[in-house]
């Protein structure tokens, strides 16, 4: 007879992470409930909200209403969102953009700024962001429970490996920033981030594409539930597929990347050269696109390029969901509509395409639901937008 030998400390872990799954997803729950729902016992149930509670990471709320039958109203918990704060980064090229969350997912504070960034200015411009959080007087009562950076490049190992728009492969981020700091650095690809963040707090579907649009073009791959990233962190880099053989010199070693035809920055400067200007205003860039007819073709000539790229997503992956997100597809909700007619692709029905609802913090949300699993000990988190700004 063989005796299978139980690890009781990996169980009780198990089930604590699943009763704090249970939590974010009910966001208010009983004890009772919350054993109906596990289908863990009264015991057990117990134990483990107390030690949350001990924790400081559960705490009792308020008095739910009795069953039809009368007794005693039960007492209803919920995750303690104050219990720290996770501060998320996105670094592109030419901007950046940061963010503080509560433990719900819940944003508190947002800014973008526009900064060209190397690897001589990168720490100093992130050791920046933390003390303008430090100094935040309703947060200095906040542990800082962990900070995620979403970089444009491959990742792996949570270090950035190789990036084709700047120079930050050549410092380890994580590293030097542990030098100052000793809370939980992750580093993430933007793409790889927005995908999480769509997966955790708009759509609960198994299998998802999110496609980035900006300065380069980007895909964060969600199949059976599991982000898709290759052997190498490789997976995803579709701005880098070919578009025009023997096309323009990329900085990648080949030609005709994609990117170079059809990402926002692509357009932008192909804008640009048409209004002769060196700065592209975005608060009138759908009127542009409505009366000025080259702008229009150049709009449109993008759109083209860009369904092709989701044609070739929905034939290889044959995902659920398509989400596109970038500036100009927010700034002219036209551009989805004619990505979408310009796909002809019988099958594609069975792939709904849509825009992101999480705009341009995206990002910045995914890097929040990392931390936010990680910190749980977690393996989904059901998050929910509740802004205050």
Do not use: W
């Amino acid at each position: 007879m063989s005796f299978i030998k139980i690890d009781k400390q990996k169980m009780r872990q198990n089930n604590k992470s699943i009763v704090i799954e249970e939590l974010l997803k009910n966001k208010v729950i009983s004890r009772a409930k919350l054993c109906k729902e596990t289908n863990l016992n009264k015991a057990t149930m117990t134990e483990l909200i107390k030690e949350l509670i001990d924790q400081n990471l559960v705490i009792e709320t308020g008095m739910g209403f009795s069953n039809t039958q009368g007794g005693r109203k039960p007492v209803l918990l919920e995750l303690n969102k104050n219990r720290g704060i996770i501060i998320a980064i996105e670094i592109d090229f030419n901007k950046i953009l940061f963010s503080i969350h509560l433990l719900n997912g819940e944003i508190v504070l947002f800014e973008s700024k526009k900064q060209m960034v190397d690897k001589d200015t990168i720490i100093q411009e992130i050791l920046k962001i933390i003390e303008v959080v430090k100094t935040q007087t309703e947060f200095r009562d906040h542990e800082i429970i962990g900070m995620c950076i979403a970089v444009h490049g491959i990742v792996k190992n949570n270090k950035l490996e190789f990036s084709p728009k700047y120079n930050l492969d050549q410092v380890d981020i994580v590293a030097e920033l542990k030098k100052t700091y000793s809370f939980p650095i992750l580093i993430e690809n933007e793409a790889n981030a927005a995908a999480i963040a769509e997966s955790t707090f708009k759509n609960e579907t198994e299998n998802l594409v999110n496609l980035n649009i900006n300065s380069g073009i980007g895909a964060g791959i969600f199949m059976n539930n599991k982000l898709l990233k290759g052997s190498n962190g490789f997976a995803g880099e579709i701005g880098h597929s070919i578009y025009q053989p023997d096309g323009l010199k990329c900085i990648c070693g080949n030609q005709g990347c994609v990117e170079l035809y059809a990402s926002t920055k692509a357009l932008e400067d192909k804008i640009l050269t048409v209004q002769n200007k060196t700065e592209l205003d975005y608060s009138t860039i759908h009127d542009e696109f409505k009366n000025n007819s080259k702008v229009n073709e150049i709009i449109t000539e993008g759109a083209r390029i860009l369904s092709i790229v989701a044609n070739n997503i929905i034939v290889l992956l044959s995902p659920d969901l398509l989400i596109l997100n970038g500036t100009l597809l927010r700034s002219i909700p036209e551009m989805l509509d004619m990505v979408k007619a310009n796909i002809k692709y019988q099958y594609l029905n069975n792939t709904t395409i849509i825009s992101s609802g999480l705009g341009e913090r995206s990002v910045l949300y995914g890097c929040c639901a990392i931390v936010i699993k990680k910190f749980l000990n977690i393996k989904k988190a059901h998050l929910y937008i509740s802004e205050k700004i």
